[in-house]
């Protein structure tokens, strides 16, 4: 009988990246496959989409391959502490812990990520963390239109630009990488796993073949279908000049916008109007009024404008820096948002002035 122990620590962190790569229901993907080979535990886990393994290093040389039921391994698993026992005889595995728990061995297989041969670019995990952070916010969820419910990500070699479009909004952001030229659409729901499975201060490898794409790093690979089809040209949504700009404080006027989110009025909306160096922010309905007027440094004409309360918030609350330029043309075009130091672009659709007047 095969036995060796393992830090619980450890299997939860893995099977928090390997469980959403295992199906969900009964069938053939619900299992993962647990290796011990080379002083290293490997678990894979495949759900007919993501693939995915992770491997930490344990004692005793060479064991078992088999696979168990991947929802009741997670269970053990997230019950104990310390060190765990796994043991196994070719018909069932034993957990050890806090009690003992019998799993019956399964006859099903695990297939490998593939080892992808392509375009490669090579960035920090925390560069990729941070971009994809400041972009999410605006993939759309609108699965009927699913090229838009992915993240476009292209490479020049030097520069790794991700671009995030629903519909209403668009955030676009830059992170230094170094590697081949590339430009792929991404599944969101991929983009959430890897960004949750990779660790600051390790790089990352995205490797591509036209087909998948895959996120690679000494312990971990984990791959996924790539979206095909033409994405928005985005660049041709980018305003070429503007009429108004003003220099905000960032968390200034995202209290404001909270307050004003608690008068909820029905069309979900919010009032800006920018004149005499400050932006006033109202909003009514039939349960309260709000106002609150912020300073900022502008220049240009006054406008008056509107926007979706929850999308503006978005938007705002993606800037990380305290300051940031708001442009603005007309009531109706699109604004440009932009942190204070950064080439990262934000840009929102306004709602109709008129229509908003007209409920207030």
Do not use: W
Not at 34 to 57: C, Q
Not at 246 to 266: E, G, H, P
Not at 271 to 297: G, H, M, W
């Amino acid at each position: 009988m095969n036995r060796i122990k393992v830090d619980s620590d450890g299997l939860k962190q893995i099977m928090k990246i390997i469980g959403p790569c295992t199906g969900k229901k009964t069938g053939l993907y619900v299992n993962v496959q647990i290796a011990h080979k080379d002083n290293r535990l490997t678990i894979r886990g495949m759900n007919g989409t993501f693939v995915g393994e992770m491997s930490m290093k344990v004692p005793g040389g060479e064991g078992d391959t088999f696979c168990i039921d991947a929802d009741m391994f997670t269970k053990v698993i997230n019950l104990n502490n310390g060190d765990v026992e796994i043991l196994t005889d070719g018909k069932n595995c034993v957990l050890k812990g806090i009690g003992r728990m019998r799993i019956p061995i399964v006859a099903a297989n695990v297939n490998e990520p593939d080892r992808l041969n392509g375009e490669t670019v090579t960035m920090k995990a925390e560069h990729f963390k941070s971009v994809y952070k400041l972009v999410s916010y605006a993939k759309a969820t609108d699965e009927s239109r699913p090229l838009l419910t992915g993240v476009l990500i292209e490479s020049d070699g030097d520069r790794l630009r991700m671009v995030a479009i629903d519909g209403f909004q668009i955030a676009i952001e830059n992170a230094p990488c170094s590697g081949d030229c590339m430009e792929v659409i991404v599944p969101g729901s991929f983009m959430d796993l890897v960004a949750s499975a990779v660790t600051p201060g390790e790089e990352i490898d995205l490797i591509t073949n036209g087909r998948l794409i895959q996120v690679k790093t000494d312990s971990m690979t984990l791959q996924c279908p790539l979206l095909v089809g033409n994405y928005l040209d985005y660049k041709k949504l980018i305003p070429e000049s503007f009429q108004t700009e003003c220099m905000i404080f960032t968390d200034r006027l995202m209290d404001a916008l909270k307050s004003s989110s608690i008068v909820n009025n029905k069309l979900g909306t919010v009032k800006l109007s920018v004149r005499d160096n400050s932006i006033t922010v109202s909003n009514n309905s039939q349960y309260a009024d709000f106002e609150d007027k912020i300073p900022c440094d502008m220049t240009g004409n006054d406008i008056r404008i509107a926007f979706n309360e929850h999308y503006l918030m978005n938007t705002i609350g993606a800037v990380n820096t305290d300051k940031a330029v708001m442009k603005f043309n007309r009531s109706v075009s699109p604004v440009f948002v932009q942190a204070k130091g950064s080439d990262g672009i934000h840009i929102l659709t306004p709602v109709k002035i008129n229509e908003v007047l007209q409920d207030g």
